[in-house]
């Protein structure tokens, strides 16, 4: 007699399966996410008239913009287009300076 092959639970399969590939997608989606950085523009008129290429973000009336950190924003650092906005917590590490050991 020929054996019969056992009895596959085809939904349960389905749903592991399902869950490896959604798994992996959002490893990949971590993997490949663009940190944010805040930039200010160096003169009054890089705010009217510059934005992120890729993203369209442009600037608001007063303070910085949210850009990814990608080639495109370090070329406008570079360039002096824009500046880094300096978090408030760096400043106040910066100005405590520590003390050496006795």
Known sequence: MAQVP???DIDAE???RQKIMDDRLKAMQEATTVPMITVIPTKPEY???LKHEPSGIGFGEEGGAEWPNDQFTKRRVRDGAVKLEEKKDDK???AAPARPAE
């Open 6 to 8: 056992a009895v596959i």
């Open 14 to 16: 389905l749903i592991r």
């Open 47 to 49: 705010r009217q008239y």
């Open 92 to 94: 106040k590490v910066a």
